[in-house]
Nanobody, 116 residues
Framework: QVQLVESGGGLVQPGGSLRLSCAASRFTFSSYAMIWYRQAPGKERELVASISAAGSSTNYADSVKGRFTISRDNAKNTVYLQMNSLKPEDTAVYYC?????????WGQGTQVTVSS
């Protein structure tokens, strides 16, 4: 069974940093684009950052450009989201998503809370 397991969330003060990880298993990770989404309470899920299968192309939501960096290690079947200069509005559950053609897989999410 396909698995995507996020980790690295937690409570951090404004201006702090966190690094999220998403470990993939039981599918050909290197063939899939990987995307980080987030969903805050009472809001729709939004795309945060994406990276192509080979890692050569990345895209970011305007709200996180210059603060977040997505990367992947295909040898470790893992995608990362480095989050710097965190703001209270970054508080959300962050989800890892794998996409290729008609195939879509989701992780269970990890909570990120930015608060003093």
């Amino acid at each position: 069974q396909v698995q995507l397991v996020e980790s690295g969330g937690g409570l951090v003060q404004p201006g702090g940093s966190l690094r999220l990880s998403c470990a993939a298993s039981r599918f050909t990770f290197s063939s899939y684009a990987m995307i980080w989404y987030r969903q805050a309470p009472g809001k729709e899920r939004e795309l945060v950052a994406s990276i192509s299968a080979a890692g050569s192309s990345t895209n970011y939501a305007d709200s996180v450009k210059g603060r977040f960096t997505i990367s992947r290690d295909n040898a470790k079947n893992t995608v990362y989201l480095q989050m710097n200069s965190l703001k209270p509005e970054d508080t959300a559950v962050y989800y890892c998503h794998a996409r290729r053609l008609q195939y879509n897989y989701w992780g269970q999410g990890t909570q990120v809370t930015v608060s003093s």
